[in-house]
Protein backbone atom coordinates (compact mmCIF):
# COMPACT_ATOMS: atom_id res chain seq x y z
CA UNK A 1 0.00 0.00 0.00
CA UNK A 2 2.67 2.61 -1.20
CA UNK A 3 2.01 6.06 -0.19
CA UNK A 4 3.25 9.33 -2.26
CA UNK A 5 7.45 9.93 -2.40
CA UNK A 6 7.94 5.98 -1.97
CA UNK A 7 6.58 5.80 1.81
CA UNK A 8 4.86 2.23 2.02
CA UNK A 9 1.78 2.41 4.34
CA UNK A 10 1.38 -0.41 7.14
CA UNK A 11 -2.23 0.35 8.90
CA UNK A 12 -3.63 -2.16 11.28
CA UNK A 13 -7.22 -1.80 10.52
CA UNK A 14 -6.36 -3.53 6.95
CA UNK A 15 -6.33 -6.83 8.94
CA UNK A 16 -9.10 -5.87 11.74
CA UNK A 17 -11.78 -5.87 8.99
CA UNK A 18 -12.37 -6.79 5.55
CA UNK A 19 -10.89 -4.83 2.51
CA UNK A 20 -12.25 -1.79 2.14
CA UNK A 21 -12.06 -1.75 -1.76
CA UNK A 22 -11.59 -3.97 -4.55
CA UNK A 23 -7.93 -3.09 -4.64
CA UNK A 24 -6.95 -3.79 -1.51
CA UNK A 25 -5.35 -6.82 -0.63
CA UNK A 26 -7.79 -10.14 0.69
CA UNK A 27 -6.80 -11.46 4.24
CA UNK A 28 -5.54 -14.97 4.89
CA UNK A 29 -5.06 -16.23 8.54
CA UNK A 30 -2.16 -19.13 9.47
CA UNK A 31 -2.93 -20.48 12.56
CA UNK A 32 -0.29 -21.27 14.71
CA UNK A 33 -0.10 -24.13 18.02
CA UNK A 34 0.79 -21.55 20.51
CA UNK A 35 -1.81 -19.31 22.43
CA UNK A 36 -4.47 -17.34 20.47
CA UNK A 37 -4.53 -13.97 20.63
CA UNK A 38 -7.75 -12.34 23.10
CA UNK A 39 -10.93 -13.20 21.88
CA UNK A 40 -11.90 -9.55 21.43
CA UNK A 41 -8.97 -9.59 18.54
CA UNK A 42 -9.47 -12.85 17.81
CA UNK A 43 -12.85 -12.54 16.22
CA UNK A 44 -11.96 -9.43 14.45
CA UNK A 45 -9.24 -11.33 12.69
CA UNK A 46 -11.24 -14.33 11.88
CA UNK A 47 -14.30 -11.93 10.19
CA UNK A 48 -11.44 -10.22 8.00
CA UNK A 49 -9.92 -12.94 6.55
CA UNK A 50 -11.22 -14.62 3.48
CA UNK A 51 -9.37 -17.88 3.99
CA UNK A 52 -7.96 -19.46 7.36
CA UNK A 53 -5.97 -22.26 7.95
CA UNK A 54 -4.76 -24.03 10.51
CA UNK A 55 -1.03 -25.35 11.29
CA UNK A 56 -1.46 -28.75 12.26
CA UNK A 57 -1.82 -28.31 15.97
CA UNK A 58 -3.51 -24.71 15.67
CA UNK A 59 -6.96 -26.64 14.71
CA UNK A 60 -6.28 -27.89 18.62
CA UNK A 61 -6.09 -24.17 19.67
CA UNK A 62 -9.23 -23.07 17.97
CA UNK A 63 -10.76 -26.30 18.74
CA UNK A 64 -9.66 -25.57 22.44
CA UNK A 65 -11.42 -22.36 22.77
CA UNK A 66 -14.61 -22.68 20.48
CA UNK A 67 -15.66 -26.73 21.05
CA UNK A 68 -13.85 -28.23 23.81
CA UNK A 69 -13.88 -24.91 26.54
CA UNK A 70 -16.44 -22.79 24.76
CA UNK A 71 -14.65 -19.45 26.22
CA UNK A 72 -13.94 -20.70 29.24
CA UNK A 73 -10.69 -21.17 30.97
CA UNK A 74 -9.87 -25.08 31.98
CA UNK A 75 -7.20 -25.35 34.92
CA UNK A 76 -3.60 -24.72 34.37
CA UNK A 77 -4.50 -23.06 31.00
CA UNK A 78 -4.18 -19.75 30.32
CA UNK A 79 -7.65 -17.43 30.78
CA UNK A 80 -9.23 -17.45 27.51
CA UNK A 81 -12.83 -16.51 27.84
CA UNK A 82 -11.96 -12.46 28.67
CA UNK A 83 -13.66 -10.58 25.68
CA UNK A 84 -15.93 -13.77 25.03
CA UNK A 85 -19.61 -12.70 23.43
CA UNK A 86 -21.61 -16.44 23.96
CA UNK A 87 -24.29 -14.68 21.20
CA UNK A 88 -21.52 -14.46 19.04
CA UNK A 89 -18.66 -16.58 20.09
CA UNK A 90 -20.69 -19.70 21.05
CA UNK A 91 -22.20 -20.43 17.82
CA UNK A 92 -19.57 -23.37 16.43
CA UNK A 93 -20.15 -23.44 13.03
CA UNK A 94 -18.71 -20.03 12.99
CA UNK A 95 -15.39 -20.73 13.60
CA UNK A 96 -14.54 -23.25 11.13
CA UNK A 97 -11.14 -22.76 9.12
CA UNK A 98 -11.19 -23.81 5.47
CA UNK A 99 -7.79 -26.36 5.96
CA UNK A 100 -6.25 -28.22 8.74
CA UNK A 101 -2.78 -29.23 6.84
CA UNK A 102 0.78 -30.17 7.76
CA UNK A 103 2.86 -33.59 9.20
CA UNK A 104 -0.23 -33.86 11.54
CA UNK A 105 1.81 -34.76 14.42
CA UNK A 106 0.27 -32.66 16.86
CA UNK A 107 -3.23 -32.41 15.91
CA UNK A 108 -5.01 -34.11 19.10
CA UNK A 109 -7.81 -36.92 17.63
CA UNK A 110 -10.41 -35.18 18.76
CA UNK A 111 -9.90 -32.02 16.84
CA UNK A 112 -9.14 -34.31 13.70
CA UNK A 113 -12.79 -36.20 14.30
CA UNK A 114 -14.71 -33.03 14.88
CA UNK A 115 -12.94 -30.66 11.48
CA UNK A 116 -13.26 -33.87 9.85
CA UNK A 117 -16.68 -34.63 10.65
CA UNK A 118 -17.18 -30.78 9.72
CA UNK A 119 -16.31 -31.31 6.34
CA UNK A 120 -12.92 -29.49 6.96
CA UNK A 121 -9.96 -30.16 4.56
CA UNK A 122 -7.48 -31.82 6.77
CA UNK A 123 -4.40 -32.92 4.70
CA UNK A 124 -1.37 -34.73 5.80
CA UNK A 125 2.21 -33.16 4.43
CA UNK A 126 5.21 -35.90 5.22
CA UNK A 127 7.81 -33.23 3.72
CA UNK A 128 10.60 -33.23 6.47
CA UNK A 129 12.07 -30.34 4.73
CA UNK A 130 9.39 -27.72 5.23
CA UNK A 131 7.59 -26.12 8.72
CA UNK A 132 4.13 -26.63 9.05
CA UNK A 133 3.94 -22.90 8.76
CA UNK A 134 6.13 -23.41 5.44
CA UNK A 135 3.22 -25.86 4.01
CA UNK A 136 0.31 -23.54 4.63
CA UNK A 137 1.90 -20.57 3.21
CA UNK A 138 2.76 -22.66 -0.06
CA UNK A 139 -1.05 -24.05 0.11
CA UNK A 140 -1.91 -19.90 0.50
CA UNK A 141 0.49 -19.80 -2.88
CA UNK A 142 -1.48 -22.34 -4.65
CA UNK A 143 -4.57 -20.63 -3.77
CA UNK A 144 -3.81 -17.63 -5.03
CA UNK A 145 -2.56 -19.03 -8.53
CA UNK A 146 -5.63 -21.14 -8.66
CA UNK A 147 -7.61 -17.75 -8.24
CA UNK A 148 -5.77 -16.06 -10.42
CA UNK A 149 -6.08 -18.74 -13.43
CA UNK A 150 -9.59 -18.79 -12.99
CA UNK A 151 -11.65 -17.31 -15.95
CA UNK A 152 -14.51 -17.24 -14.08
CA UNK A 153 -12.95 -14.77 -11.43
CA UNK A 154 -10.72 -11.99 -11.55
CA UNK A 155 -8.38 -10.97 -14.41
CA UNK A 156 -5.29 -10.91 -11.52
CA UNK A 157 -6.00 -12.02 -8.03
CA UNK A 158 -4.14 -9.79 -5.42
CA UNK A 159 -1.26 -11.17 -2.95
CA UNK A 160 -3.03 -12.16 0.13
CA UNK A 161 -2.32 -10.14 3.23
CA UNK A 162 -1.12 -12.79 5.65
CA UNK A 163 -1.98 -12.69 9.26
CA UNK A 164 0.07 -15.63 11.16
CA UNK A 165 -2.04 -15.82 14.53
CA UNK A 166 0.52 -17.40 17.27
CA UNK A 167 4.31 -17.73 17.49
CA UNK A 168 5.10 -14.50 19.28
CA UNK A 169 5.04 -16.65 23.41
CA UNK A 170 6.37 -18.89 24.83
CA UNK A 171 9.93 -21.16 23.96
CA UNK A 172 12.19 -18.50 23.23
CA UNK A 173 13.70 -20.13 19.77
CA UNK A 174 10.20 -20.67 18.42
CA UNK A 175 9.99 -16.99 18.52
CA UNK A 176 12.54 -16.60 17.28
CA UNK A 177 11.98 -19.34 14.61
CA UNK A 178 8.58 -16.86 13.44
CA UNK A 179 10.23 -13.91 13.53
CA UNK A 180 13.17 -15.59 10.99
CA UNK A 181 9.43 -16.85 9.13
CA UNK A 182 8.38 -13.56 9.07
CA UNK A 183 11.61 -11.85 7.33
CA UNK A 184 12.19 -15.12 4.93
CA UNK A 185 8.57 -14.63 3.92
CA UNK A 186 9.63 -10.41 2.94
CA UNK A 187 12.93 -10.83 1.82
CA UNK A 188 13.27 -13.96 0.11
CA UNK A 189 9.39 -15.09 -0.73
CA UNK A 190 8.20 -11.90 -1.92
CA UNK A 191 5.07 -11.86 0.13
CA UNK A 192 4.57 -8.21 0.14
CA UNK A 193 2.92 -7.76 3.77
CA UNK A 194 3.13 -10.48 6.85
CA UNK A 195 2.26 -10.12 9.91
CA UNK A 196 2.41 -11.89 13.69
CA UNK A 197 -0.24 -11.55 16.13
CA UNK A 198 0.13 -13.37 19.13
CA UNK A 199 -1.76 -12.93 22.69
CA UNK A 200 0.33 -10.35 23.91
CA UNK A 201 2.48 -9.07 21.05
CA UNK A 202 2.43 -8.15 17.16
CA UNK A 203 4.90 -7.96 14.99
CA UNK A 204 6.05 -6.97 11.09
CA UNK A 205 9.27 -6.82 9.34
CA UNK A 206 9.59 -3.35 7.69
CA UNK A 207 12.24 -3.65 4.79
CA UNK A 208 14.77 -1.17 3.59
CA UNK A 209 12.99 2.25 2.97
CA UNK A 210 10.52 4.68 4.02
CA UNK A 211 7.34 3.43 6.16
CA UNK A 212 4.17 5.26 7.74
CA UNK A 213 2.31 3.07 10.62
CA UNK A 214 -0.96 3.93 11.83
CA UNK A 215 -2.06 1.94 15.10
CA UNK A 216 -5.10 1.24 15.80
CA UNK A 217 -4.82 1.82 19.53
CA UNK A 218 -8.26 0.49 20.95
CA UNK A 219 -6.47 -2.81 19.98
CA UNK A 220 -2.75 -2.40 20.38
CA UNK A 221 -1.27 -0.67 23.61
CA UNK A 222 1.49 2.44 23.59
CA UNK A 223 4.28 -0.31 23.85
CA UNK A 224 6.48 -0.76 21.04
CA UNK A 225 9.78 -1.67 19.78
CA UNK A 226 12.31 -1.78 17.06
CA UNK A 227 13.82 -4.71 16.58
CA UNK A 228 17.35 -4.71 14.67
CA UNK A 229 16.95 -8.73 13.82
CA UNK A 230 17.34 -8.82 10.18
CA UNK A 231 21.21 -7.27 9.83
CA UNK A 232 23.79 -6.91 11.93
CA UNK A 233 23.12 -2.68 12.26
CA UNK A 234 20.29 -0.74 11.08
CA UNK A 235 20.66 3.23 10.59
CA UNK A 236 16.66 4.23 11.30
CA UNK A 237 15.15 7.64 11.99
CA UNK A 238 11.36 7.79 13.68
CA UNK A 239 8.66 10.20 14.66
CA UNK A 240 5.80 10.02 16.45
CA UNK A 241 7.41 7.80 19.42
CA UNK A 242 8.21 8.92 22.98
CA UNK A 243 12.17 8.30 22.40
CA UNK A 244 12.64 8.95 18.50
CA UNK A 245 15.47 7.41 17.10
CA UNK A 246 17.66 9.06 14.74
CA UNK A 247 21.21 11.09 13.95
CA UNK A 248 20.48 13.76 16.40
CA UNK A 249 18.39 11.63 18.79
CA UNK A 250 19.93 8.02 19.57
CA UNK A 251 20.70 4.40 19.10
CA UNK A 252 21.85 5.36 15.59
CA UNK A 253 22.72 2.83 14.42
CA UNK A 254 20.70 0.47 16.23
CA UNK A 255 21.59 -2.83 17.17
CA UNK A 256 21.98 -6.03 19.55
CA UNK A 257 25.51 -5.48 20.33
CA UNK A 258 24.73 -1.30 21.09
CA UNK A 259 21.47 -0.42 21.34
CA UNK A 260 17.88 -1.45 20.71
CA UNK A 261 14.42 0.52 20.85
CA UNK A 262 12.52 -1.65 23.14
CA UNK A 263 9.86 -0.91 25.26
CA UNK A 264 9.31 2.68 23.69
CA UNK A 265 6.39 4.45 23.68
CA UNK A 266 3.96 5.35 21.09
CA UNK A 267 2.53 9.12 20.83
CA UNK A 268 -0.42 8.81 19.18
CA UNK A 269 -1.15 6.23 16.52
CA UNK A 270 1.01 7.16 13.28
CA UNK A 271 4.69 6.71 13.43
CA UNK A 272 7.10 7.37 10.90
CA UNK A 273 10.11 5.14 9.94
CA UNK A 274 12.81 5.00 7.87
CA UNK A 275 15.72 2.25 7.99
CA UNK A 276 18.43 1.07 5.38
CA UNK A 277 17.96 -2.22 6.58
CA UNK A 278 14.68 -4.48 7.31
CA UNK A 279 14.17 -4.26 11.37
CA UNK A 280 11.19 -5.64 13.62
CA UNK A 281 8.49 -3.68 14.15
CA UNK A 282 6.58 -4.77 18.01
CA UNK A 283 3.41 -3.39 19.83
CA UNK A 284 1.49 -5.15 22.63
CA UNK A 285 -1.91 -6.16 22.39
CA UNK A 286 -4.54 -4.97 24.80
CA UNK A 287 -5.62 -7.44 27.18
CA UNK A 288 -3.16 -9.87 26.17
CA UNK A 289 -0.19 -9.41 29.14
CA UNK A 290 -0.54 -11.00 32.41
Avoid at 19 to 29: C, E, F, G, Q, T
Avoid at 200 to 206: C, D, G, H, I, M
Avoid at 216 to 235: E, I, R
Wanted: charged share 25%.
Amino acid sequence: MPESDGVTLWDTRSFLSPPSSPSSPPNALIILNTPLPPQHLFRRLWASASVRLCADGGANRLYDRFVRGKGVARAGEEDEDEGWDPDVDGDEERWLPDYVLGDLDSLREDARRYYEAKGVRVEHDPDEYSTDLGKNVSRLCLLEASSSSDPSGPAHQQQHQLVIVGGLSGRLDQTVHTLHALTLLVEKEGRERVWAVGRESAAVVLPKGKHHLKVDLATFGKTCGVLPLGASQAYVTTTGLEWDLGPTAYMYPTSLATAVSTSNHLVDEDVTLETDAPVVWTMEVRGGAE
